[in-house]
């Protein structure tokens, strides 16, 4: 859809911030049209069914709820899936909230900060785009993806050097679930006994342990140093399926 024509909701419940937006509309989106604005969730759905919009751009905190955002912008996904719903939120250090709008269906958020809304994220989401943010998520996201990368780089080098094998680390981390050596032994595809755990816990303290630690290490310690050496990843730490 052309930019230059395409209708707006904006829904905000503080009066002065809405008179901002409609004046960023004004001013620096040309051909938006503002059909409708709304405070509440109760003055909302009448504008819908008054009028479709093309877009719905929409406040999380609304009355002072983070959820009424979340929920509107699902209901709006659901009964109309052509409507975009950009999120424009002051909730700038709420990341579980960012994720709750986005499996909501938002196609973007646009925080409060910084450069604010600008013209294109507002042309990429009309023009079907999804995962539209401003600078200030994008820098996280960026962090975060720098650190996912540089954590499992760490991981790898971690097993190849202490030379982690597939029964290695199962057993690692079945153990840091709690589970005994009688349970890790039971597990499909698991071809070792108690015995046969026993020597590999052993076998992995002195593979993990330099000699001078080696003595009095027990399964909690050895699991604490696999956590220390990233061999295991606590953000991914899920058993076997059965």
Known sequence: MNIASFKVIIVEDVKLELKGTEEIFRQDIPGAQIIGTAMTEEEFWPLMEKELPDMVLLDLGLGGSTTIGVEICREVSRKYPDVHVLIFTGEITNERLWVDALDAGACGIILKTGELLTQNEVQSVMNGRRLVFNYPILEKI?????????????????????????????????????????????????????????????????????????????????????????????????????
Do not use: C, W
């Open 142 to 242: 960026v962090e975060r993806f720098r650190q996912s990368v540089v954590g499992e780089t760490r991981r790898q080098e971690a097993i190849i050097h202490y030379e982690i094998d597939e029964y290695d680390e199962r057993y690692l981390r079945h153990l840091a679930l709690g589970y005994t050596k009688e349970m890790i032994a039971s597990l499909k595809g698991m071809p070792f006994g108690v015995k046969s755990l026993e020597k590999k816990q052993n076998d992995l303290i002195g593979r993990l342990f330099t000699p001078e630690e080696r003595i009095g290490v027990n399964a909690t310690r050895l699991v604490v140093k696999a956590f220390e050496l990233r061999i295991l990843d606590i953000d991914h730490l899920e058993p076997d399926e059965d």
